[in-house]
Nanobody, 120 residues
Framework: QVQLVESGGGLVQAGGSLRLSCAVS????????MGWYRQAPGKQRELVAT???????NYAESVKGRFTISRVNAKNTVYLQMSSLKPEDTAVYYC??????????????WGQGTQVTVSS
């Protein structure tokens, strides 16, 4: 069974930093892109950042220059380094892998979410 397990969320003051981690476990043959999304109360889930297997990155305009996504393919792990945090970054952050290949085929997976709260 494939699982995406996130860690690293918490409460931080505005201007502070946090680092999120997402580890993929299970009988995995390959993982293509990975990414982070977030959902604030009363809002739709939105893309934060994505990274390809070849480490090509893409960011939402709202986080460019403040957040950095990275991954270690050998560890099936993706990270999100968040700096200069703002209260509007407060949300539940979800790890996403749109295409994980197992013996059963290809499937999209989501993590359970980790809360990030930025106080002003």
């Amino acid at each position: 069974q494939v699982q995406l397990v996130e860690s690293g969320g918490g409460l931080v003051q505005a201007g502070g930093s946090l680092r999120l981690s997402c580890a993929v476990s299970g009988s995995i043959l390959s993982i293509s892109d990975m990414g982070w999304y977030r959902q604030a109360p009363g809002k739709q889930r939105e893309l934060v950042a994505t990274i390809t297997k070849l480490l090509r990155t893409n960011y939402a305009e709202s986080v460019k220059g403040r957040f950095t996504i990275s991954r270690v393919n050998a560890k099936n792990t993706v990270y999100l380094q968040m700096s200069s945090l703002k209260p509007e970054d407060t949300a539940v952050y979800y790890c996403n892998a749109p295409q994980i290949r197992t013996m059963s085929g290809f499937k999209e997976y989501w993590g359970q979410g980790t809360q990030v709260t930025v106080s002003s």
